[in-house]
Nanobody, 122 residues
Framework: VQLQASGGGLVQAGGSLRLSCVASGRTFLSYGMGWFRQAPGKEREFVAAFRWPGGSTAYADSVKGRFIISRDNAKNTVYLQMNSLKPEDTAVYYC????????????????WGQGTLVTVSS
């Protein structure tokens, strides 16, 4: 599976962005898909995911109610709609694919995109 993330940029606090992750290669639907982020000087953290198996959604507490993960299976694309952005959301965002029930654990994902930078100004 090859993953290509895009959609990052500079936005003011309170604004919105939508990230996209296009998957190619093996069957898109057979993988759990996750979004992670890494802020400068901090460890990578879980943001949101479609769980494997089953495809139910999961969110980190820090983004719950503000971010929405969705997918367009016809386009092999997963989205992360980010609303009410805060300066603390500033990070490089990565999409990942894997087959593990540990959807919150980055080490459980086998494939990673290259990351897209989101900067939220105050």
């Amino acid at each position: 599976v090859q993953l290509q993330a895009s959609g990052g940029g500079l936005v003011q606090a309170g604004g919105s962005l939508r990230l996209s992750c296009v998957a190619s290669g093996r069957t898109f639907l057979s993988y759990g898909m996750g979004w992670f982020r890494q802020a400068p000087g901090k460890e990578r953290e879980f943001v949101a995911a479609f769980r494997w198996p089953g495809g139910s959604t999961a969110y980190a507490d820090s983004v719950k109610g503000r971010f929405i993960i969705s997918r367009d299976n016809a386009k092999n694309t997963v989205y992360l709609q980010m609303n009410s952005l805060k300066p603390e959301d500033t990070a490089v965002y990565y999409c990942a694919a894997g087959r593990s029930t540990n959807y919150y654990d980055g080490s459980a994902y086998s494939y990673w995109g290259q990351g897209t930078l989101v900067t939220v100004s105050s």
